[in-house]
């Protein structure tokens, strides 16, 4: 009898952090920030939240049991408040770095994007088959990107050996950046296949505007992932990956 209790205190302690996070999680759901960005993550006209990271984030967190709130709010905003830790907040559709890792947690992946294209003038000199790699090596180009976005280690690498003078940074939105290039502002930008139309598109302009540049050398590797705080438990961030290995096939 001595046994059974002493091994039914030990089972209770074990649980205790589990009843601990249930009970946090009844009381306040954790908040599911997005930024509005389709085809990723954006509010319907019903004022749902969808999209190719959005919905799979969403069922992620009903299959693991876990409550949450929407909660929109810049790309900025939510990356200050993943670096500032003072609540427990996800969010979807994030690439993975070591600089991001050292203030946030990730889960496994849930998309995986196709290759990135350039988005280029209208009027840029470009020879079909010639590779990122030799593309942004140029000493002639002028290539545009927003603020704080990452486009996978190897594009990232070519990016960070370019001169200063040759790399222009836009806190504006990248419709705007598309503006920009159809403007002459710069020769180019990046931008994954399954936005390019809609940023044109939202920018007022046509595909005929402007020349869509393909690279061999850019892999269709790049993860998007559940970014969290680091005030979520380790056992939710246990919880997303178990619920992500039940839902989530990635696409070669």
């Known amino acids: 009898m001595r046994w059974f209790l002493i091994k039914t205190v030990v089972v209770f302690l074990g649980l205790l952090p589990l009843y601990h996070l249930a009970a946090a999680q009844a009381l306040e759901p954790l908040r599911l920030m997005y930024y509005e960005r389709r085809p990723f993550n954006y509010t319907d006209n019903g004022g749902n939240v969808v999209g190719l990271t959005a919905e799979p984030a969403a069922k992620i967190f009903a299959v693991a049991g876990i409550p949450f709130t929407w909660q929109v709010r810049s790309a900025n905003a939510i990356l200050d408040a993943l670096q500032n830790n003072t609540a427990a907040i996800c969010s979807p559709g994030w690439y993975y770095s070591a600089e991001r890792a050292s203030y946030a947690q990730f889960t496994q992946p849930i998309y995986r994007d196709k290759p990135l294209v350039g988005l280029a003038n209208v009027n840029f000199k470009y020879q079909m088959g010639t590779t990122a790699k030799d593309l942004l090596g140029r000493s002639d180009v002028r ?71 393909k690279f061999m050398d850019i892999p269709a590797t790049e993860m998007r992932y559940i970014m969290c705080s680091k005030k979520v438990p380790p056992a939710t961030i246990d919880a997303l990956n178990a619920a992500i290995a039940k839902t989530v096939q990635l696409s070669r």
Do not use: C, W
Request: glycine residues 2%.
């Open 143 to 213: 290539l545009m990107i927003k603020q704080n976005f990452l486009h996978g280690p190897y594009l990232d690498n070519l990016i960070a050996k370019m001169p200063v003078t040759q790399l222009i940074l836009e806190a504006a939105e990248v419709s705007d950046i598309v503006r920009l290039i159809h403007l002459g502002r710069a020769d180019l930008s990046l931008v994954t296949q399954e936005e390019v139309e809609l940023y044109v598109a939202n920018a007022h302009l046509k595909m005929t505007d402007f020349k869509i540049l």
